[in-house]
């Protein structure tokens, strides 16, 4: 059984041979923390590349569903939301079943476990018979097999492997390299982020992060869909990386929210408790590209938060391309609303194209909104001066910086600390 030893943990992995090609080749992965190893539980997490390949080892470009007959391959549906691209169009993604809530594989022998070890067993399969197009020989799993810490989110270690199959041989498994940790890198990284934005909502219940399955299932959503709750330790590192994209869907119940008489009791009931509260710019003029619309906010918004602010209509189709959403702290955002008062915008006009919603109790307690626009002047003035107020954490001065070159007048906020 091939040992390799990381920097905070030992790796075991024993691959079983098929026999005689009546089945499939196994591997199980062992992770045992070095001691002294400051984190309470550990879990494996696993990203898949599938790469496939024609008459000669010719690589065959695209994604999955291209080498299947069928449209929508069922192996691959679950994931195909998750998917990341590297620079050569492959995909990667967090290897997991339909429905699954969190990105952790099932852990096996959990009694016989000591030591906070974790364990895991797999045996990718290929069906080719009937399913497979023709001109596919053969088709290569890479894997990446990380430990996470739960609490922290930190990646301890991870060790690489592959699963190869033919139409004569299935899932002949090999560890590549079999004598040292692989470092997880920026794909993984970022199929992590991805899976973590889908796979993630506040539940209305307590007001918390929780795992949620978004899959559905023979076309129902699951009745249960929430998980355990995410821990903050976690949410910083993989909600934080980059700005989280809200994506609204044709199932959210899009507007219907409260509305405020007036802008000014917007203001005021949003900086009397900034932390519930969120500011949307929509980009509303014309336009050549889609823009996605910006959110500043205390903690993480889901779409259901968003949606019943959402106007109907044309002015506000950007806000179904994406929202990026940049968080604050309340003090910082209660001195942007105070920026934003004194610009005065307007309930709108041609050449105010920017819109602004105010959304304050946004934790569900009687949320309600109003929505005003700003000139793209406007628009920088205020990036200009929050991003004094920003601080130098890099997404906060990320999110202004969107805001002022995409929905501002252009000019770049550089040296405005």
């Not at 905070?8 to 992995?13: A, E, I, L, P, Y």
């Not at 999955?64 to 549906?77: I, T, V």
């Not at 139409?167 to 899976?195: H, Q, T, W």
């Not at 509303?284 to 910006?294: C, K, S, W």
Request: hydrophobic share 35%; charged share 25%.
């Amino acid at each position: 059984m091939p040992q390799i030893d990381g920097t905070n943990g030992t790796w075991d992995c024993n691959v079983r041979p098929a026999q005689s090609g009546t089945g499939l080749d196994k591997i199980t992965i062992t992770f045992t923390p070095k001691k002294g190893t400051a984190c309470k539980k550990i879990r494996l997490v696993q990203t898949c590349k599938p790469v496939a390949y024609g008459e000669g080892g010719v690589e065959i470009p695209g994604p999955p569903e291209n080498w299947y007959k069928a449209d929508d391959p069922p192996l691959y549906r679950p994931t195909s939301p998750d998917f990341v691209k590297d620079p050569d169009g492959r995909v990667q993604y967090i290897d997991h079943l339909g429905c699954s809530k969190d990105p952790y594989l099932d852990e096996e022998d959990i009694d016989e476990l000591r030591d906070g070890a974790s364990r895991t067993t797999d045996f990718p399969v290929v069906i080719y018979p009937s399913i497979i197009k023709d001109k596919v020989k053969k088709i290569v799993k890479f894997f990446v097999t990380a430990a996470i810490c739960v609490e922290t989110g930190e990646i301890l270690g991870s060790i690489a492997w592959s699963s190869s199959s033919t139409p004569n041989e299935e899932g002949k498994i090999k560890l590549d390299p079999s004598d040292k940790e692989v470092p997880a890198d920026d794909m993984f990284k970022a199929a992590m982020r991805e899976y973590v934005k889908n796979h993630t909502r506040r539940r209305p219940a307590d007001g918390k992060i929780h795992w949620r399955c978004p899959d559905k299932v023979d076309g129902v959503p699951k009745a249960s869909p929430f998980g355990e709750e995410v821990p903050e330790g976690f949410q910083k590192v993989w909600l934080a990386l980059d700005a989280p994209r809200i994506r609204l869907s044709p199932d959210e119940k899009i507007g219907g929210g409260a509305r405020f008489l007036n802008a000014g009791a917007a203001y005021d009931a949003c900086r009397q408790s900034p932390a519930e509260a969120a500011i949307k710019f929509t980009w509303a003029g014309g336009q050549d590209r889609p823009i996605a619309g910006v959110i500043f906010a205390c903690r993480p918004i889901a779409a259901e938060d968003i949606a019943p602010h959402v106007e109907a209509g044309r002015r506000f189709t950007n806000d179904f391309i994406a929202l990026r959403l940049y968080r604050f702290p309340p003090r910082v955002l209660s001195g942007f609303l105070s920026h934003l008062r004194k610009l005065s915008p307007s309930r709108g006009t041609p050449n105010n194209p920017v819109a602004m919603t105010l959304i304050a109790g946004i934790d569900g307690k009687r949320p309600a909104s109003f929505t005003l626009s700003l000139s793209r002047d406007n628009v920088t003035a205020f990036a200009r001066k929050a991003a004094g107020r920003a601080g130098a954490e890099d997404m906060r001065l990320k999110g202004l910086t969107y805001l002022a070159l995409n929905l501002g007048a252009g000019a770049s906020l550089a040296g405005r600390r």
